[in-house]
């Protein structure tokens, strides 16, 4: 792997092992560009999910898929059958295909697919950003909206011209750096409660992303720039528990749809059915969404979408030192519902919203 040589100098660097040069957007964009039929499913997936948030349609838009990508193969496989179930319960349900690839990590570990895409420390990211890239217009070709994770400062440069949908999570709505990026992401922002479960960061970091800001980038040519935005106008916010526990029961729905309306947004509420709302337990992730769609049912019209992380298989592993020994399509992150029964959940809500018209 070429690298630049390392600066010297008595106040600077001193931690830093070598500079490797990355390729720019421009160049990653010419040489994997957003095709037409992905460009077609990218500005439909967002004016969806954008008419959903708002009121104009009565659909749930529904986010469903690995907890994180880690075989790009695998998520093909996984992308081909979600299309197809899609296809199957469009009128009820906008349905759009998680590819998250960049992790946090609350210490240490495997940071994603973005960064380490071959899972072995080396950290390719020239690596990361093309298979990345790739997989997302493949996903998109097919007719399925792609929602990710903003994290990266850097990423959306690269990619977001492939996004339907796009989070903040637990650890990144409070931060400033990320709420102003998310000012300028051009698809709908959900943002989560933070990681103690109060629901006010959520609500004041879509104020903070709806007004205009000013920040550090890089432009299409890789070089160093100060962006201005307008803001983001379709920020939502989405439950996912938290220390005290799950947040997706009556109350707290209720307390997300008054706060937004205090801060002069419109309700719009998204519950997420894995982390704290599930107690990291994948099995549970089915009463949640029960449960949720059943306040849907009744009545509830501040809840716009759900959360469901879902893969191939069911569970989690561990990543082996034997690459050969992963099993396909288990995460190696949280633990995701499997295929079987992530269509058999769809379906569900589909019947049922069928048999409960708006």
């Not at 629901?199 to 890089?218: C, W």
Request: net charge neutral; charged share 20%.
């Amino acid at each position: 792997m070429t690298h630049f040589p390392l600066p010297t100098g008595r106040t600077e660097n001193l931690n830093v092992t070598g500079f490797t040069p990355l390729v720019t957007p421009r160049e990653l964009k010419r040489a994997l560009p957003l095709t037409p039929a992905a460009e077609r499913t990218v500005l439909a997936g967002r004016r969806a999910a954008q008419d959903i948030l708002h009121g104009r349609d009565d659909r749930l838009l529904v986010v469903v898929g690995p907890c994180s990508v880690h075989d790009f193969g695998q998520a093909a496989e996984y992308a081909e059958r979600l299309a197809r179930l899609r296809a199957r319960v469009q009128n009820r349900l906008e349905v759009q295909m998680r590819v998250y690839v960049d992790k946090p990590r609350t210490t240490v570990g495997w940071r994603g697919a973005l960064i380490d895409p071959d899972m072995t420390g080396a950290n390719d990211m020239n690596a990361g950003l093309r298979r990345t890239r790739e997989l997302m217009i493949r996903v998109c070709e097919l007719g399925l909206p792609v929602a990710t994770e903003l994290l990266d400062p850097f990423a959306p440069q690269y990619l977001f011209d492939a996004v339907a949908w796009a989070c903040l999570g637990a650890r990144t709505a409070e931060s400033q750096t990320h709420r102003v990026m998310a000012s300028a992401v051009s698809a709908p922002m959900g943002f989560k409660n933070g990681t103690g479960g109060g629901l006010k960061l959520a609500v004041d970091a879509i104020v903070a992303a709806s007004h205009p800001h000013a920040f550090f980038t890089v432009d299409d040519d890789g070089r160093a720039c100060i962006v201005h935005t307008k803001g983001n106008p379709d920020g939502h916010v989405i439950l996912r528990g938290g220390r005290s526990g799950p947040n997706y029961a009556p109350p707290f729905v209720q307390e997300a749809a008054e706060l937004m309306r205090a801060a002069g947004l419109i309700p719009a509420v998204m519950v997420d059915c894995s982390h704290a709302n599930s107690g990291s337990d994948h099995t549970r992730q089915a009463l949640v969404w029960r449960d949720v769609l059943g306040q849907r049912l009744a009545g509830q019209t501040a809840l716009k979408g759900l959360m469901l992380e879902s893969n191939l298989r069911p569970g989690k592993q561990p990543i082996p030192a034997d690459l050969t020994q992963l099993q396909p399509g288990v995460s190696v992150t949280d633990a995701c519902v499997g295929w079987d029964e992530t269509e058999a959940l769809l379906l569900w809500a589909h019947a049922a919203l069928e048999g409960h018209p708006s």
